[in-house]
């Protein structure tokens, strides 16, 4: 017998706690259940021709600078070079859906994006290069520096965002995050502080299927990482990440949405990375060239080629325009590159306090006693009175 | 002067009893009055006015845009100042307590610390991290951390310690206006201190990095900062009777350090005691005697002790009193810097 079924006892009706209520309606957050895809359907229509084959020449260049970069970490003069190949739909439509005020914040592997927005295509390899960690101002290009912890950006495109509404400046931050970064706590806090703010933010998670050598299933149970969202209170997006007209207009959309101060989206790109995580990883060790081979059939760079040609708005000669332009890029890229830069070893002091503490005076002061006496013998051979007459 | 004008002098400069929680809010609440882009965030800094009520009317005058109470997440408050920062603001953030402040260790140290450097000079952050640190309170266990080591060993961040209402102000108002993060410090035990202080006329502003004598001697010096400072200066006085007459250097600043004053100290007294509440293995302390050495050694009486907390992860409340250095176990320490005649 139940207490319930006491004999006199009054029936117990459960009522919701005085507090509870639902603070968002979940269903206009959950993404669709396939990617969102623009190539190859109906969609396409209504896309800008002048967008696709503006999408299609930086693509190109994008595939062709993550090879050139590549290369480059073979003849060592980049420490190490993260490829995006695979990815360059969501690299070149992050960087094209901004305008010059809005920021975005990349992580270590989006140098792509940087130069698709306009940066130097050599600053923005001073990291991978080894020769300073940031080399550009980030205000003047409203790029923040390439992260390298994981996700730790996120907080911060939210808090900028944040602040520019707070000085009434209809700025927006994109921040890009891979599959594995959204593991992180930091990505998650972000996205929170995010939707608590109606922060003017967009996060668009690359996944690329792994993180180093860990699936994405071993990453997350969540059904899509676009799911996420919806805990949070904002949109979840889920598209092709290898289509760059469906990347491009999921963006387009999500930004407008943020500069309307309806808050943040959380963007899923779908996609695929075709190269090992940098030249250093083996990728042959946790995946199998069947699942290669399977993407690169839906390649972005040749399913946007096919859309333009099969709609006769290209031609070989447009292909190989584009193709041309690309080489011309890596050929500047590789002369830069091959020059050793000229580096000031005293430039170790010089950023670490806005005024130098006495204690790094007198460090730099040893350094620079170093530099000449190494300065005085270039053969390496030491004197008695080499550093000491300083 | 006229007679008018100097009535309202001191009346403004009357210095009044003040605790050293109302002069961090007074410094809180002048520097966003002058700067507008300085903005308040952290936990409960709003409403509620903080746990220690530090922010306490500061979302009621300059509102919730500029003293935000932020999610519960350290990290976020931290990397969300971060980009605060990044468009030109100046926040000042509380970390509720000393330990509540480990989740945004990354942050500080990946990003808050390195920025400048990072950038090449480009993207300085100026952002002032209140921490309200060590123990004597009573708090149970994440409560009561010196975590002063951790931050004095990450290159980028400056580290400040007031010991005194005023300094508190000062010192406050100094982190804020800096184009640097600093970790403020607040030795909580401190707050309800009090001294004369005219929140009306405030005393100067300290440059950030400058350690003070609070107290002339002549036979040794006890180098101190925070929240140890009183029981130095009581045991000074307590010194007094068994003919020692101490020197005691506050700090007030760990990063920049200010080796000109400890060493001109130690120069002139020939011996040093260096006392603070953090562990002593990898503390502060060893630090600060290895400077002290490196500098005075042939001024030296006696080897350079520490009077440290024991190196045990913080005691429950019961039992912080046999942790914490108090004028006793100073004392003994002063007794054994006659090494050089008893050996």
């Not at chain 2, 402040?101 to 991290?129: C, D, W």
Request: with cysteine; net charge negative; hydrophobic share 40%.
């Amino acid at each position: 017998m139940t207490v319930q079924e006491l004999p006199g006892a009054a029936a117990y009706r459960p009522t919701p706690p005085p507090a509870w209520k639902p603070l968002t309606d979940p269903a206009p957050l959950l993404p669709d259940p396939e990617p969102y895809r623009v190539l190859g359907t109906d969609a396409v229509a209504d896309t800008d021709p002048e967008l696709l084959l503006r999408l299609y020449a930086e693509l190109v260049r994008g595939r062709r600078y993550n090879a050139q970069a590549t290369a480059l970490t073979k003849q060592g003069r980049l420490a190490v070079y993260p490829s995006s190949t695979g990815q360059e739909a969501c690299e070149i439509a992050a960087a094209l859906v901004l305008e010059e005020r809005d920021w975005l914040f990349p992580s270590y592997r989006d140098t792509l994006a940087a130069v698709a927005r306009g940066l130097d295509p050599v600053e923005a390899l001073t990291l991978l290069r080894g020769d300073r960690h940031t080399g550009y101002d980030p205000r003047e290009h409203r790029i923040a520096p390439l992260c390298t912890p994981l996700a730790t950006q996120l907080p911060h495109a939210v808090g900028l965002a944040h602040a520019a509404r707070l000085k009434g400046d209809d700025v927006v931050a994109l921040a890009m995050v891979g599959d594995g970064g959204t593991s992180e706590g930091d990505f998650h806090e972000a996205l929170n502080f995010a939707a608590v703010w109606r922060a003017p933010v967009v996060f668009l998670v690359q996944n690329n299927g792994f993180a180093i050598s860990v699936p994405l299933a071993k990453q997350t149970a969540a059904p899509s990482l676009a799911h996420k969202a919806v805990g949070y209170g904002m949109p979840g997006r889920l598209v092709d990440g290898n289509d760059a007209a469906a990347v491009h207009q999921v963006l387009s959309e999500a930004v407008s949405r943020a500069r309307r101060g309806e808050g943040p989206t959380l963007v899923e790109a779908v996609t695929y990375r075709m190269d090992a995580h940098t030249n250093a990883d083996d990728a042959t060790r946790y995946r199998g060239d069947s699942e290669v081979e399977a993407w690169r059939a839906h390649d972005p760079v040749r399913i946007l080629e096919r859309e333009l040609t099969g709609r006769r708005l290209l031609d070989d000669e447009g292909i190989e325009e584009a193709r041309m332009a690309a080489e011309r890029m890596a050929a500047g890229l590789r002369e830069r590159m091959n020059a050793d830069p000229v580096l000031d070893p005293m430039d170790l002091f010089a950023h670490v306090y806005a005024e130098q503490t006495t204690q790094l005076r007198e460090q730099a002061a040893r350094l620079r006693v170093e530099l000449d006496a190494e300065h005085d013998q270039p053969d390496g051979l030491s004197t008695d009175d080499g550093g000491a007459r300083r | 002067m006229t007679t008018a004008a100097a009535t309202a002098g001191e009346r403004t400069a009357k210095a009044k009893p003040a605790t050293m929680a109302q002069a961090l809010g007074r410094a809180l609440r002048d520097s966003m009055a002058e700067d507008p882009s300085v903005h308040v965030l952290g936990e409960d800094v709003g409403t509620l006015g903080g746990v220690f009520r530090i922010t306490d009317g500061l979302a009621k005058e300059f509102g919730d845009a500029r003293c935000t109470d932020t999610p519960l997440a350290e990290a976020g408050i931290l990397g969300a100042a971060v980009g605060m920062a990044m468009y030109g603001l100046r926040p000042v953030v509380e970390m509720q307590f000393d330990a509540f402040a480990y989740p945004a260790f990354e942050q500080l140290i990946s990003h808050v610390a390195k920025m400048r450097n990072r950038t090449g000079g480009a993207m300085p952050l100026p952002i002032t991290v209140r921490v309200p640190y060590g123990g004597g309170i009573g708090g149970v266990e994440h409560h009561s951390d010196s975590s002063e080591a951790y931050y004095m060993a990450t290159p980028g961040l400056h580290v400040v310690t007031p010991a005194t209402v005023e300094d508190a102000y000062g010192l406050l108002r100094a982190s804020i206006a800096s184009d640097d993060p600093v970790v403020f410090l607040e030795p909580k035990r401190l707050y309800w201190s009090k001294a004369d202080w005219s929140p009306q006329a405030p005393s100067a502003v300290e440059p950030i990095g400058r350690a003070v004598v609070r107290r002339p001697g002549r036979s040794a010096t006890l180098i101190t900062y925070g929240p140890s400072l009183p029981v130095c200066m009581e045991a000074a006085e307590a010194a007094v009777e068994e003919g020692w007459d101490l020197e005691v250097v506050d700090l007030r600043s760990l990063v920049p350090f200010d080796d000109e004053t400890v060493a001109a100290s130690v120069r002139r007294t020939g011996r040093a005691v260096v006392v603070h509440e953090s562990t002593g293995f990898g503390g502060p302390g060893g630090e600060i005697a290895a400077r002290i050495t490196e500098r005075c050694f042939h001024h030296l009486e006696a080897p350079v002790l520490r009077v440290a907390g024991f190196d045990i992860p913080y005691p429950p409340p019961m039992q912080e009193r046999h942790h914490l250095p108090g004028v006793d176990r100073v004392l003994d320490a002063v007794a054994r810097l006659q090494w050089e005649a008893d050996s």
